[in-house]
C-alpha cells in the first residue's frame, strides 16, 4: 500500500524493531546477549580443535575450552581455589570499606562547601590523573609486602574511583531543595545530612556498586607481589608453572564472583531505593 506498510513489514517491525533508540522485547535482550557469547565459545574451541600441532593456536598460549573446564578439580582440590577466592574476597571488602570511609566524607564535604574543595581539589586531580599501577610500588615502599600493602593499595585505588563520583552526586542535587530546606529553618549541618546526603544518596550507591566491581580488576594488581593466597597468586603461579589452564579458569571465577556480587548490589539497591530503576 502507497505510503503505508505491508503486514510483512509490520510483523518484521515488532520481532525486529531496527528504530533509533526504540526498547526491544526482554527476550530478543537475552538473544542478542547470549550470541556474542557462543560466537566467542565456538571461535575458541575452532582455534584450539585437534591435537596439539595441528592447532592454529598452540595450547601453550590458549588451551581448549574442555581442557580448561577439564582442569577445574586440580584447581579446587590440589591448588585450594575456595580458599584463595575467600582471601581475595576479603581483601576487596576490607580494602573498600576503608575507601568508602574517606571518600564519603571527603567527597560529600568538597561537593557542599567551597572551601573544602578547594582544599581537596588539587589531590583529587593529582590522584585522578595517576595511573593505578604506579600505586603497586607506592604502597610497598610505604606498607612493606604484607597484607597491610595489599588492602592498602585497594583502599587507594577505591577511593581515587569514589571520590569524583560522590563529589558529582552531591554536585547535582537541585538547589532548590537547599532553598527550601534554610526558608524552613534548617541549619548547615541539617541541609546536608536531611537534604544534600540523602537526595544524592542513590547515586552514591550506585557509584559504590561500579567501585566494588572494579575492585575486581584490581585484585590481581594488588597480588602481584609476595601473595602467598588469592586468585591474583593463582594467576601469576599457573603463568609460571603451569597449567595455562588455570589461568582462564581463575579469570573466569573473578568474572562469575564480580557479576554476583553486582547482582546482590541490584538486589539492594532495589530495596533501598524502590522508586528507582536497579538494571
Known sequence: MPGGTTLLEQAVSALWPWRIRQPIHRSWGWVLGVLPILLALALWAALTRGEAEERVISPVI???????????????????????????????????????????????????????????????????????????????????????????????????YLLPLVVKAIDDVDSVYLQTAFTLGASVAQAVYKVLVPIAWPDIFQAMRNGFGVGWGYILLAEMVAAEQGLGNLIIVSQRRGPREHIYLVLIAITLIAFGTDRLWARAGRWLFPYREMV
Not at 584447581?75 to 568508602?100: C, E, M
Not at 583529587?124 to 597484607?147: D, H, K, M, N, Q
Request: glycine share 10%; proline share 8%.
Open 62 to 160: 590458549l588451551p581448549s575450552p574442555f581442557e580448561v573446564v577439564g582442569s577445574f578439580h586440580s584447581l579446587w582440590f590440589d591448588r585450594a581455589f575456595s580458599r584463595s577466592a575467600v582471601t581475595s574476597f576479603v581483601r576487596v571488602v576490607v580494602g573498600f570499606t576503608i575507601g568508602v570511609a574517606v571518600a564519603l566524607p571527603v567527597g560529600i564535604g568538597m561537593g557542599s562547601f567551597e572551601p573544602v574543595r578547594a582544599m581537596f581539589r588539587p589531590m583529587a586531580l593529582l590522584f585522578g590523573y595517576l595511573p593505578i599501577p604506579a600505586i603497586v610500588p607506592l604502597t610497598l615502599s610505604l606498607f612493606g609486602i604484607g597484607e597491610l600493602q595489599k588492602v592498602m593499595f585497594l583502599a587507594i585505588a577505591f577511593f581515587v
